[in-house]
């Protein structure tokens, strides 16, 4: 659905020039939910924007469906972005206009007529919670409220993409929870593709399908949600991902414990299976567990922990679980 090849932007500045995006090749598919995710700095919001040429790349190609959007001439470029919607980080709301209008305007802009208009503008008023709000102006808001208008007014003229520019980075958890499933249901219900960036890793893993790890303008990582999650393998990414669980990496150095020391990932339903305890009785092992999680990525389970072998074949444990399909990996 969306394609970037080799795409490089570069700023110059009295300072000199700055590489944001240096030859990103990026392949989204129709219906998923992408996420783009990096450190402050890393080129998310120059990506993000080159989808839509809000940012023309220096060099590269930007294609969403079939049409080379980096290509384009003014007028056809225009009709392309209609197939794009965009949200950001502090809403881009018309403080002057009431809601409704806000969302009507983009079908104003393209001339649409009157009963059109006021027809779109109630569904999707409705669709989103706010008809209670229509005349309301977006300082009457909260930020979760003014979040659903700015969707609204992205979704009047039918997207099929919807990019969203750190969507919910301004909001509290509660409500950042809220609008990620309002996303969602807009993925499903609609078949939408949205490509997402974010600096918030819970962010990716509630609603992404996908996720590609931005560092200085360079793709250090790329993957199914669950593998980068579950199996990272960048420092940024492994970084990112212990900041986001309150930094509480495991630190073998410090554990107090002998014997063989391996990480193990359940995934799907063997999350909730005694695996771990039928392997070590039938090898006749003991173990330890030494930290350990369970929890759901885009609303797969999975468990994931670190465990000593000791007083037994670990070797055995070893071989059995990974021939039941747990994932076992050492730890250094
Ligand atoms: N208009 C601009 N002019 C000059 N430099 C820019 C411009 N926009 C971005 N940059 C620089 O390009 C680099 C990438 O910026 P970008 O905003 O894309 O990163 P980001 O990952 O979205 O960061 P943040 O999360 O802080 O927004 C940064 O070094 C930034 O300073």
Do not use: W
């Not at 007529?113 to 209670?132: F, I, K, M, N, S």
């Not at 020391?261 to 070590?280: D, H, I, M, N, Q």
């Amino acid at each position: 659905m969306i394609r970037l090849e080799g795409v490089t932007k570069r700023y110059r500045s009295a300072a000199g020039e700055r590489v944001a995006l240096d030859a990103i090749d990026l392949t989204v598919g129709r219906g998923q939910v992408f996420g783009v995710v990096g450190r402050s700095g890393a080129g998310k919001s120059t990506l993000v924007r080159t989808i839509n040429r809000l940012e023309t790349p220096n060099a590269g190609k930007v294609f969403v469906g079939d049409q080379e959007i980096t290509a384009l001439k003014p007028a056809a470029l225009r009709a392309a972005r209609r197939r794009i919607g965009m949200i950001f980080q502090h809403f881009n709301l018309l403080n002057a206009k009431t809601i409704e209008e806000n969302v009507a305007f983009p079908l104003r802009l393209e001339g649409r007529p009157d009963v059109e208009v006021r027809a779109r503008t109630t569904e999707l008023l409705a669709r989103l919670g706010l008809a209670e709000h229509a005349k309301k102006h977006p300082a009457q808001l909260s930020g979760g409220q003014k979040q659903r208008v700015g969707i609204a007014r992205a979704l009047a003229c039918g997207p099929e993409v919807l990019l969203c520019d750190e969507a919910t980075s301004a909001l509290d958890p509660e409500t950042t929870d809220e609008i990620l499933s309002l996303l969602d249901e807009l993925n499903r219900e609609l078949g939408l593709t949205i490509v997402l960036i974010t600096h918030q890793m819970e962010v990716v893993r509630r609603v992404c399908d996908r996720v590609a790890v931005l560092k200085d303008g360079r793709v250090v990582e790329e993957g199914a949600t669950a593998d980068v999650f579950l199996h990272p393998k960048s420092p940024v990414t492994r970084s990112m991902l212990a900041e986001g669980e309150g930094g509480e990496s495991f630190d073998a150095s410090i554990v107090p414990v002998g014997g063989r020391l391996a990480k193990l990932t359940f995934r799907g339903t063997a999350t909730y299976e005694p695996e771990l305890s039928r392997v070590a009785r039938s090898v006749g092992v003991d173990y330890s567990i030494l930290s350990g999680r369970i929890s759901r990525i885009r609303g797969e389970p999975y468990g994931q922990m670190v465990v000593a072998f000791t007083g037994g074949d670990a070797e055995a444990a070893v071989a059995r679980l990974s021939e039941r399909g747990v994932v076992v990996e050492a730890v250094s």
